[in-house]
C-alpha cells in the first residue's frame, strides 16, 4: 500500500484510482429550497432544540450545529496539526502510528479492506481511539510535536460535546439520558432517526483536510431497537447483534449483503406481555 501524499503532486494517477463512469457521482444537484440544518446550541429553549435535532434526524440524518462551546481557536488548532502530520514524510507518518503493537494507531489509504478493492478512494486516513485518553495517548504519533496535546484537548471537549447532543436525542425520543450513549441511533430509535450516507466528491485541484470525531458502541454492546419504542403497532424493524460484529461486516468487509443479514428483522414478529 502506497499513501497518496507519496505520489499525488507529481501529476500521475495511478488507474485503480480511475473510478468507471458507473460508479461516480456524477453531476449533484442539491435543490434550492434545501439547506443543511442548523442547530444553536444557544438557545434557551431547550424543548425547541430538541424539537429541531429530532427533525433534523429525521429527514436528513445529519446537521450542522453553531455555537458550541468549542473554541475556533482550538478547532483551528486541530486542524493545522492535522495538515502538519499528513505533510509529513511518509515513512515518518508510518512510525509515529506504530507505537501500540495491538496496531490501535492506523495509518492507511482509502479504507481498511484496500488490497481487496478494484478501485481505492483518494485519501490517507490517520485513526486512533481517544477514550480513555489517558490510556490511548501514548499510542499517538509524538510528531508534529503538539499532536498530542492539541488533539487530546480537542478530543475532551468533542466527548462532551457528544454526551450533549446524545441526551437531546434521547429525550426527544423518551429514553433515559445516557441510553444512547453506546448505542446507534438509527437502529435504536427503530428508523424514526435516519442515517445518511457520507459522501465527498474529490476536487482534483485542491487537498481536503478533515478531522472526524465517530463515537461508538464498546465491541460486545448489543444494539438494538429500544424496547420502549417497540409495540405491535410498531414492530422492530431491526434485529439486535453485538456491534463488534457489525464492524466486522461494514468495515472489514464492506459487505452490504451480510450487514442487511446481521440487522434486518423478520418480516413477522409476535410480541407477549413477558418480553
Known sequence: MELISSWCYDGSLPESYVMPPEKRPGDLVVPSEKSIPVIDLQCHDRNETIRQILKAGEEYGFFQIINHGVSKDLIDETMNVAEEFHAMPGLDKERECSKDPNGSCKLYTSSYVYPREDFHLWRDALTHPCRPLDEDIQFWPEKPTRYRQVV???SVELWKLSCRILEFICQGLGL???????????????????????RVVTNSRDARTTVSFFVYPCDESLVGPAQELVDTKNPAIYKAFKFTDFVAAFVLKRDDEAVNKLISAPRTLSYSSSN
Open 176 to 198: 433515559s439520558p445516557d441510553y444512547l450513549s453506546n448505542d446507534l441511533s438509527q437502529i435504536i430509535s427503530n428508523g424514526k432517526l435516519v442515517g445518511a450516507e457520507h
Open 152 to 154: 487530546g484537548a480537542y
